[in-house]
């Protein structure tokens, strides 16, 4: 069995249980000292969307955790564009109690920076820091400068990070998916690059000022990550994350539906290798899904009308070894800091007894009907992924399990023994 213990670096994370321990605790586990399964401490996504309150038609705090456990996640922090917006005392209250009621994992939600992530007024956000991760107006930039740097100075003072979703509304314009030549070719309207790094430029700026620990959200681009390369040299205190998708696919492979419209936008190949690049080199901190489940009719609409957002961490993990681990660009360990250590140690997010157990031999088409998730919408359907994750555990507790799989990997494993 492949098992990876934390390094010793992170006080945050202490020690993955040694296996020993886990079998004494699980007899079940006791299937599992051979070869064949692979160990890893419980993973941590800083940026989902579970949609409740609000939006419980799309994804429940119930559902969205259900998704997470099957992608070997233990931990994850829900944005706030939820209905009533985490933006006061009082609603992010709201979001607790659901949270409290229903969650199967750890789940840290974020409060809004603006009232009603409007950007026109500050959120309650010396109020709300006991009681949230952290403070985003995820899925809108702040356009105003002002406002971002009296969020930063409060923030700073409350010790809390501000998690920035970069885009200048103006250079967005109405546009959908990236400005490119898929764009041009068939008529779409486009999203330029530079308005994510004109913002994330102005916010790197203002943390510089302020002194406010900054975190950039689903950073897409080669002029984003460069920015940030030279801002983390010259001491900001700023760390960021990207998705599998935007290492995984670019505008060449578009296709005409919903499930490869999100926000930002697949970007170009040039934009894919330098985003490959920045995770390999250590400039991009994090993986986090931006997990952001629609209905089937949301996401029904073609390039044009479908909503942005699509679903991730059931697939996260098996993309991220697919495509950057095989093909020897990452080693596995590299894996462990990008889903477990540096997330957990920026946020503030101990490690507590939790691990998933992994098939990594195990090879199959994405198949999307059989997600957890109620939102169904990926690129990646299709796509042969190789990881399947067999058992997740959270505080002691089996919170999800593929006993079938597990008994198959078990059979396969003994047969192959037997015959060595
Ligand atoms: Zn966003």
């Known amino acids: 069995m492949l ?17 020993p321990t886990v079998f004494d605790e699980n007899p079940l586990l006791e299937l599992l000292n051979s070869d064949g399964f692979s160990i ?8 989902v969307h579970f949609r409740e309150p609000g939006f419980s038609y799309k994804e429940t705090i119930s559902s969205g955790c259900q998704a997470a456990t099957r992608g070997g996640f233990t931990a994850v922090a829900t944005m706030p564009n939820l209905d009533p917006v985490p933006d006061s005392v009082e609603n992010i209250g709201l979001a607790q109690a659901v949270i409290d009621r229903d969650s199967s994992i750890a789940v840290f939600p974020y409060g809004s920076i603006t009232e009603a992530e409007k950007g026109e007024q500050l959120a309650d956000l010396k109020g709300m820091a006991s009681r949230v991760i952290a403070f985003s107006d995820d899925g809108m930039g702040v356009q105003s400068r002002e406002l971002m740097r009296e969020a930063m100075v409060l923030a700073k003072e409350v010790g809390k990070i501000i998690a920035v979703h970069c885009e200048d509304e103006k250079l967005k314009d109405d546009g959908y998916i990236n400005d490119g030549e898929y764009a041009r ?14 913002e994330l430029e102005r916010d790197l700026e203002l943390a510089k ?3 406010v620990a900054l975190h950039i959200c689903h950073v897409s681009c080669r002029e ?3 920015l940030i390369r030279v801002a983390k040299i010259d001491g900001i205190d700023v760390s960021c994350e990207t998705a599998p998708h935007y290492l995984v696919f670019d505008d060449a492979m578009l296709e005409e539906d919903g499930r490869f419209k999100m926000n930002p936008p697949l970007r170009a190949q040039a934009d894919r290798l330098a985003m490959i690049e920045a995770v390999a080199d250590g400039t991009v901190d994090m993986i986090a899904t931006d997990h952001a489940p629609h209905s089937e009719s949301e996401k029904s609409r073609g390039l044009a009308g479908s909503a942005f957002g699509i679903v991730g961490l059931e697939t996260s993990f ?14 596995l360990e590299r894996v462990m800091e990008l889903f477990v250590y540096r997330p957990r140690e920026r946020f503030g997010i101990a490690l507590g007894n939790d691990f998933s157990i992994w098939n990594l031999e195990d090879t199959a088409p994405v198949r999307p009907s059989e997600f957890l998730s109620k939102g169904r919408a990926t690129p990646f359907a299709g796509r042969i992924l190789s990881g399947r994750c067999l058992l997740t555990v959270h505080n002691g507790k089996t919170v999800y399990l593929d006993e079938k799989a597990l008994q198959e990997t078990k059979a396969r494993t003994c047969k192959s023994e037997r015959t060595h």
């Open 209 to 211: 000022d302020t002194g």
């Open 185 to 198: 070719e068939h008529g779409h309207r486009g999203i330029p690059a530079e308005s994510e790094w004109r």
């Open 318 to 331: 098996p993309a991220i070894y697919t495509y950057l681990v095989q093909t020897g660009i990452i080693s």
């Open 40 to 47: 890893f401490p419980g993973f941590c996504d800083v940026h």
């Open 3 to 19: 098992v990876f213990d934390a390094p010793k670096t992170t006080e945050l994370c202490g020690a993955i249980p040694n296996p």
């Open 224 to 226: 984003s990550i460069e």
